[in-house]
C-alpha cells in the first residue's frame, strides 16, 4: 500500500511539473511583433512579423507612404506610417519612417524619459538630418527605472548587459554621419546602446556621440562607444543636457 502512495505521489509531480512547463510555453508564446520601429528609404522594402500568431490582419495608417502585404511592407514615399497588426481582437504597432535616402546624416537615439528625445528633436531640427529612435523589446517600467539596487536598468548596468531592440534600420549604409544619443545611467551609456553598436556596422562613418544626464557627463560611456563602433570615426561627443538651439548649432559647426 505505501509502495501504491509513493507511485501515485512522484505521478503528481511529474503531472504537476508537466503543467507548470505548459503554462510558461503558453505565457512565451503569445504573439510579438519582430520590430516596432522601421527606418527605410523610399523603394525598399521589409517583412514584419507577428510571431506565434496564425490569423493576421495588416493594414497601414497611411498607404501612400508605405504599403503592407501579409506583413511585407514598401516604402512609397517620405513620411511615417503606422502599420497595424490584428490577431484576434488584440491590435500590434509598429511606426514605419520613410526617408528620401538622399540625405547623409542620421540622428539615432534611445530616450526612456524624454530627456534624450527632447534634445534629438531640437538636433534634427537644426541639423536637418533623418532620425530613428531605438526600442528596447522590453519597454522600461518606472519600476525598472527607480534607481535601487535591485532595479532592472541597475541590473542591466552592472552586468553590461545588451538587452534585445525592436528598432530596425535598413538603410544605415547610406549615411556618413551618425549622431548617436542617449542618457547616461549610473555613469556610462544604457545598455540598448551597447546592443544597436553590437549588431550593427558603422566602419567608416563619422560618429558623433551626445547624452543628458544628472551631472556625471559622457566620458564614462566612450570606452564603449569606441570599443564597439570599432572602425567608426569618433569625435565631438557633448552632454547636451538643457542645450538651446544655439548651443547646439554652435556644437555642429565644430563637427
Not at 45 to 74: D, H, R
Request: proline share 3%.
Amino acid at each position: 500500500m505505501k509502495k501504491i502512495l509513493y507511485m501515485v505521489g512522484v505521478l503528481l509531480m511529474v503531472m504537476g511539473t508537466m503543467l507548470s512547463i505548459t503554462h510558461t510555453e503558453v505565457q512565451a508564446a503569445s504573439p510579438q511583433l519582430s520590430a516596432k520601429q522601421v527606418l527605410m528609404r523610399k523603394g525598399q522594402t521589409f517583412t514584419l512579423k507577428l510571431k506565434n500568431a496564425k490569423k493576421v490582419k495588416w493594414s497601414s495608417s497611411k498607404k501612400a507612404v508605405a504599403t503592407v502585404k501579409k506583413g511585407k511592407i514598401t516604402a512609397k514615399k517620405p513620411g511615417m506610417t503606422t502599420i497595424t497588426a490584428k490577431s484576434g481582437k488584440k491590435k500590434y504597432k509598429c511606426t514605419i519612417t520613410v526617408t528620401s535616402g538622399k540625405k547623409k546624416a542620421l540622428i539615432i537615439y534611445f530616450s526612456a524619459t524624454g530627456h534624450t528625445r527632447s534634445i534629438a528633436g531640437k538636433l534634427a531640427k537644426v541639423t536637418g538630418a533623418d532620425s530613428i529612435r531605438l526600442v528596447p523589446k522590453k519597454a522600461y517600467t518606472s519600476a525598472d527605472l527607480n534607481y535601487n539596487n535591485d532595479c532592472r536598468a541597475n541590473r542591466e548596468q552592472n552586468n553590461n548587459a545588451k538587452p534585445a531592440i525592436a528598432t530596425v534600420i535598413k538603410n544605415i549604409k547610406q549615411y556618413d554621419t551618425v549622431y548617436l544619443g542617449y542618457p547616461i545611467w549610473h555613469g556610462k551609456e544604457p545598455g540598448v546602446i551597447r546592443t544597436f553598436l553590437s549588431m550593427t556596422k558603422l566602419k567608416g562613418k563619422k560618429v558623433i556621440p551626445f547624452c543628458t544626464s544628472g551631472g556625471s557627463g559622457i566620458s564614462g560611456s566612450m570606452t564603449h562607444i569606441r570599443k564597439l563602433a570599432a572602425g567608426a570615426t569618433i569625435k565631438n561627443e557633448r552632454d547636451l543636457t538643457g542645450a538651446s538651439d544655439e548651443e547646439i548649432k554652435e556644437w555642429i559647426t565644430n563637427n
